[in-house]
Structures are given as structure tokens and as C-alpha cells.
């Protein structure tokens, strides 16, 4: 076998960037061909300014920077798609039924109403075995349903499907993002009986398929526009990003567990089978499905989104921020008296987060952190509490025998957060690759197009023979050290 090139498209909620990777026996390397932001909307929708994704324009991006990886690829053999979870396009004969809504959007609260009345949220896990977030898609589908808007559809497509589908014409519902939903059973299967329960209508949803899955060549219309070739194939990949970053994690899954950092932390182990007791439940810890059939039992933490939103408010009020300058100014703070909860839901919507971290601080009648190195060193030791916590929790829920924590993403290059959590962990912390995600979508194309043969393993034991981590030791805690409020 020979190297091939695969063209890696990673939507983020806050950026996305296509890579392209080379891929064969003992090569993995991969480049950036295309970096663009990926910037929600507000329209009104004669109540309210709704929060929606600027899906189309975000396509035109993937397009140029597939036409990028053309222009640098020696020969070009496929393209797949990953992105966040849970968000989807509703489709009538094949036209997009308006933008996407962003989960950030308040709309799902009348949705989780909805879906209670019917199916208790102790139901729901048994059937599902996820931990309830509020902007699931069944959340956001049962809002849809109170709207009027799912009587207009006959299609709805997760966000990797529908930029799939625009690539193909092929509607499909690949396997690691359709687990995401809240509408499938333990086995991944669609739940039919409640979708009928909740008036959710079953044809909405396309077939199920695995990763690794050839779907087939470009739209003739989309290869002229990109210069593609036309053996180019599109892939199924683990399109939820998690599900790829964790295909990507060089690990012994039965003895770490992982920290995907990015806008999102999710923070588990990886299992055989869904772990559904109700420990998992009140613990608030999820099954999604993974690449090969595994289970990644995790949890949701609010993740670096509380940084970059503390930033954008800085940046919108007083201009540009240096944010490698303050982490080191917060790197000299003293450690905050009590650290805040990160999972509190005040800090999911958009805007002014560091005011919302003080005013949580004034309401639980503790000091305010003084000024924004203070305020981002509470963020950091927080988080930093949070993914150690989460990671004590899947350990003690799976059985697993956590040695180490890898922890892969945008956060695997913060100093900070890195040594906090295996200071508050007591467990060395593996920082990297920072690009898993992209390298789970590369490597599950490349074994497809048969660059790479091998089990999950197989392609974890690439990823460390390429890619060498930073670890950072636990070192003694100082006396003193403050617990969670």
C-alpha cells in the first residue's frame, strides 16, 4: 500500500478549517489548507431576534477550501465532513427549509416542556441513554413541532449530513452524530415508537450508516466549480467532531480516559456497550456511539467557550485583547478562593459571561474576582475542577482503571488548564494532538480507501508513532487549595 491524500473538512461551532492529510503504512501528516470562522446570526423572526447558523455561507467556505486542497493535493482521493452535534437543516424536495437554528437558541425550552409532558426524563435515559442538555435535537425537533415548521418538512439532516448531501445528493444519517439526536435506542437504532409519541414524523430521517462508508463522487456541478477529479469519493467519517477526535486520541482505551477540549469539554472513557444505570443518569453522563462500535460514556462540561466569550465581550468593549499575555498574567494570580460552576446554565447563551461569572460569584456571596487575569484564572481552575471531577466519575462509573488522561483539541495548547487538571486530578495529563479531531476524520477515510488497514488500535498506534504528546505531571497541591462551591 501506498500514501494517499484525503481532504478533512472540521466544523467547529466557533471555526472550521479543512485539512489535508497524507495517509499509508507509517505515514500520517496533515496541513491546513483552509482556516474561516463559523459566526451565528441573530434574524428576526417577528417575535424575537432568533440565533441561527449561516449554513450556506459556511458551505461556500468548505468549497474554497476544498478547491485549496485540490491545488495542493499530488492526487486527491476523498473528502469527508465532521461537525458539532445536535443542529440539523429541514429540507422539503430537497431545498433547505430556511437557516438552521444555533442549539444556543432559547427556543428549545419549549421543546424540553413539551417532550416531558409526554416521556418522563427518567424514560428518555432508559431509552436513550443520554444526559439531558436542553438543546438536543429531539428537544429542538419537539420545539419545531409547537412552531408549525416540522408540517413544512419532509427531511431533516444533521449539519455533516446536510453539507454531505449538498456534496452528493446522497441523504443520509451517519451513525456517531445520529446518536447525538435523543431519538435513537441503545442499539442505534430510530426509535419509531417515540417518535410517534412525540409527533416527530419517522420519514424525516434518511438511512443509517457507519463510518467508514463510501457514499460516492462529487455533484458533477460541485467537481467543475472545485477542480476536483472525478474519482474523488466522499466518506461517511465518525461526523460528529468528538467521535472523530476520540478515534484519534492515541490511547489504551482501558486504561485513560480523554478530554476533547475545545468550545465544548467532553470529558469520558471509552466502553463496549451502553452503561445505562442510574448512576450514569444522575452523574448526567451520555452514550454516543463511536467509530467500530464502541461507546464513548462522557460528560458535557461548558468547555473554553467561557474564555473565548469572556474575550469577545473584552474585545467588543474595549478592542483587541492578547490572550497569550493574560493567560500568563493569570498564570501568576494566586488560586481563586472558590472556583464557580461551570455547568451552570446561565453561561450557555451568547453574550457578557464575565459578568455573569461575578454576578454568580455576588448570588453565592463570595469575592468577586478582582479584574480579568483574577476572572480568567477563576475560568481556568474551574474548568480545570470540572474535567478532573468528570474524569474521577466515568472511572468510577465504567470500571475503567484511569492512568492518564489525554487531552486533545484547542485546549492541549494551554499551559494552564493542562497542569490545573492534573494538579487537581493527581493523574499526568497527555496534551495532544491539537488536530484529532481532523486526524479521526483522515484516518477513518484512509482505512475506507484502503490506505490503511487495521482496527481502531491499529489507527490509534499511527496517531503515536506520529504525533509526540506533552505531559504534564501532577505536582502537590498547595494547602489551601479551593474545592468547587
Same mark, same amino acid.
Given at each position: 500500500?501506498?500514501?494517499?491524500?484525503?481532504?478533512?473538512?472540521?466544523?467547529?461551532?466557533?471555526?472550521?478549517?479543512?485539512?489535508?492529510?497524507?495517509?499509508?503504512?507509517?505515514? %500520517?501528516?496533515? #496541513? +491546513? &489548507? @483552509?482556516?474561516?470562522? /463559523?459566526?451565528?446570526?441573530?434574524?428576526?423572526?417577528?417575535?424575537?431576534? $432568533? =440565533?441561527?447558523?449561516?449554513?450556506?455561507?459556511?458551505?461556500?467556505?468548505?468549497?474554497?477550501?476544498?478547491?485549496?486542497?485540490?491545488?495542493?493535493?499530488?492526487?486527491?482521493?476523498?473528502?469527508?465532513?465532521?461537525?458539532?452535534?445536535?443542529?440539523?437543516?429541514?429540507?422539503?424536495?430537497?431545498?433547505?427549509?430556511?437557516?438552521?437554528?444555533?442549539?444556543?437558541?432559547?427556543?428549545?425550552?419549549?421543546?424540553?416542556?413539551?417532550?416531558?409532558?409526554?416521556?418522563?426524563?427518567?424514560?428518555?435515559?432508559?431509552?436513550?441513554?443520554?444526559?439531558?442538555?436542553?438543546?438536543?435535537?429531539?428537544?429542538?425537533?419537539?420545539?419545531?413541532?409547537?412552531?408549525?415548521?416540522?408540517?413544512?418538512?419532509?427531511?431533516?439532516?444533521?449539519?455533516?449530513?446536510?453539507?454531505?448531501?449538498? %456534496?452528493?445528493? #446522497? +441523504? &443520509? @444519517?451517519?451513525?456517531? /452524530?445520529?446518536?447525538?439526536?435523543?431519538?435513537?435506542?441503545?442499539?442505534? $437504532? =430510530?426509535?419509531?415508537?417515540?417518535?410517534?409519541?412525540?409527533?416527530?414524523?419517522?420519514?424525516?430521517?434518511?438511512?443509517?450508516?457507519?463510518?467508514?462508508?463510501?457514499?460516492?463522487?462529487?455533484?458533477?456541478?460541485?467537481?467543475?466549480?472545485?477542480?476536483?477529479?472525478?474519482?474523488?469519493?466522499?466518506?461517511?467519517?465518525?461526523?460528529?467532531?468528538?467521535?472523530?477526535?476520540?478515534?484519534?486520541?492515541?490511547?489504551?482505551?482501558?486504561?485513560?480516559?480523554?478530554?476533547?477540549?475545545?468550545?465544548?469539554?467532553?470529558?469520558?472513557?471509552?466502553?463496549?456497550?451502553?452503561?445505562?444505570?442510574?448512576?450514569?443518569?444522575?452523574?448526567?453522563?451520555?452514550?454516543?456511539?463511536?467509530?467500530?462500535?464502541?461507546?464513548?460514556?462522557?460528560?458535557?462540561?461548558?468547555?473554553?467557550? %467561557?474564555?473565548?466569550?469572556? &474575550?469577545?465581550?473584552?474585545?467588543?468593549?474595549?478592542?483587541?485583547?492578547?490572550?497569550?499575555?493574560?493567560?500568563?498574567?493569570?498564570?501568576?494570580?494566586?488560586?481563586?478562593?472558590?472556583?464557580?460552576?461551570?455547568?451552570?446554565?446561565?453561561?450557555?447563551?451568547?453574550?457578557?459571561?464575565?459578568?455573569?461569572?461575578?454576578?454568580?460569584?455576588?448570588?453565592?456571596?463570595?469575592?468577586?474576582?478582582?479584574?480579568?487575569?483574577?476572572?480568567?484564572?477563576?475560568?481556568?481552575?474551574?474548568?480545570?475542577?470540572?474535567?478532573?471531577?468528570?474524569?474521577?466519575?466515568?472511572?468510577?462509573?465504567?470500571?475503567?482503571?484511569?492512568?492518564?488522561?489525554?487531552?486533545?483539541?484547542?485546549?492541549?495548547?494551554?499551559?494552564?488548564?493542562?497542569?490545573?487538571?492534573?494538579?487537581?486530578?493527581?493523574?499526568?495529563?497527555?496534551?495532544?494532538?491539537?488536530?484529532?479531531?481532523?486526524?479521526?476524520?483522515?484516518?477513518?477515510?484512509?482505512?475506507?480507501?484502503?490506505?490503511?488497514?487495521?482496527?481502531?488500535?491499529?489507527?490509534?498506534?499511527?496517531?503515536?508513532?506520529?504525533?509526540?504528546?506533552?505531559?504534564?505531571?501532577?505536582?502537590?497541591?498547595?494547602?489551601?487549595?479551593?474545592?468547587?462551591?
Amino acid at each position: 500500500m501506498n500514501a494517499g491524500q484525503v481532504a478533512a473538512v472540521d466544523l467547529g461551532a466557533t471555526s472550521g478549517r479543512v485539512m489535508l492529510a497524507s495517509v499509508g503504512p507509517g505515514v %500520517l501528516e496533515m #496541513h +491546513a &489548507v @483552509a482556516r474561516f470562522p /463559523n459566526e451565528p446570526v441573530h434574524l428576526w423572526n417577528g417575535t424575537r431576534a $432568533a =440565533l441561527h447558523w449561516d449554513l450556506p455561507g459556511l458551505f461556500g467556505q468548505v468549497c474554497r477550501g476544498l478547491r485549496s486542497a485540490v491545488t495542493q493535493a499530488d492526487a486527491l482521493l476523498g473528502i469527508g465532513i465532521d461537525s458539532w452535534a445536535v443542529d440539523y437543516g429541514m429540507l422539503r424536495g430537497g431545498q433547505l427549509l430556511g437557516l438552521p437554528h444555533h442549539y444556543r437558541d432559547v427556543r428549545t425550552e419549549a421543546g424540553v416542556a413539551a417532550v416531558h409532558e409526554i416521556v418522563s426524563p427518567d424514560e428518555l435515559f432508559q431509552r436513550n441513554g443520554l444526559q439531558f442538555l436542553p438543546f438536543t435535537t429531539v428537544y429542538q425537533l419537539a420545539a419545531e413541532r409547537i412552531s408549525g415548521m416540522l408540517d413544512s418538512a419532509d427531511r431533516a439532516l444533521l449539519i455533516p449530513d446536510l453539507v454531505v448531501y449538498w %456534496l452528493t445528493g #446522497h +441523504a &443520509v @444519517a451517519e451513525r456517531t /452524530n445520529a446518536s447525538t439526536t435523543g431519538l435513537r435506542d441503545l442499539g442505534g $437504532a =430510530l426509535d419509531r415508537d417515540l417518535c410517534a409519541q412525540l409527533g416527530v414524523p419517522a420519514h424525516l430521517f434518511p438511512d443509517t450508516v457507519d463510518p467508514g462508508t463510501v457514499l460516492g463522487p462529487v455533484l458533477p456541478e460541485i467537481t467543475d466549480l472545485l477542480g476536483l477529479g472525478s474519482d474523488v469519493q466522499v466518506s461517511a467519517v465518525a461526523s460528529h467532531d468528538t467521535a472523530s477526535a476520540v478515534a484519534a486520541v492515541p490511547m489504551d482505551a482501558t486504561a485513560a480516559a480523554y478530554i476533547s477540549c475545545g468550545t465544548w469539554g467532553l470529558v469520558g472513557v471509552e466502553v463496549p456497550r451502553a452503561v445505562v444505570s442510574p448512576e450514569v443518569q444522575h452523574a448526567r453522563f451520555t452514550n454516543e456511539a463511536g467509530v467500530d462500535g464502541r461507546i464513548r460514556l462522557l460528560h458535557n462540561v461548558m468547555g473554553l467557550w %467561557l474564555l473565548s466569550e469572556s &474575550v469577545r465581550t473584552w474585545e467588543r468593549d474595549d478592542g483587541p485583547v492578547d490572550l497569550p499575555e493574560l493567560l500568563m498574567q493569570a498564570a501568576e494570580c494566586p488560586q481563586p478562593i472558590a472556583l464557580f460552576d461551570t455547568d451552570d446554565p446561565r453561561f450557555l447563551p451568547p453574550g457578557d459571561v464575565p459578568d455573569r461569572i461575578e454576578r454568580w460569584y455576588t448570588e453565592h456571596d463570595l469575592p468577586v474576582p478582582p479584574g480579568r487575569p483574577h476572572l480568567v484564572r477563576a475560568i481556568i481552575d474551574s474548568l480545570a475542577a470540572s474535567f478532573s471531577a468528570a474524569v474521577h466519575t466515568a472511572a468510577a462509573l465504567s470500571g475503567v482503571d484511569v492512568r492518564r488522561i489525554h487531552l486533545v483539541g484547542g485546549g492541549a495548547q494551554n499551559t494552564l488548564l493542562c497542569q490545573a487538571i492534573a494538579d487537581r486530578a493527581g493523574i499526568a495529563v497527555l496534551a495532544g494532538p491539537v488536530e484529532a479531531t481532523a486526524l479521526g476524520n483522515a484516518l477513518v477515510q484512509a482505512r475506507a480507501h484502503g490506505l490503511v488497514r487495521g482496527d481502531l488500535e491499529t489507527l490509534r498506534a499511527l496517531v503515536a508513532g506520529t504525533y509526540v504528546p506533552r505531559t504534564y505531571t501532577p505536582r502537590t497541591r498547595r494547602r489551601g487549595s479551593p474545592a468547587l462551591v
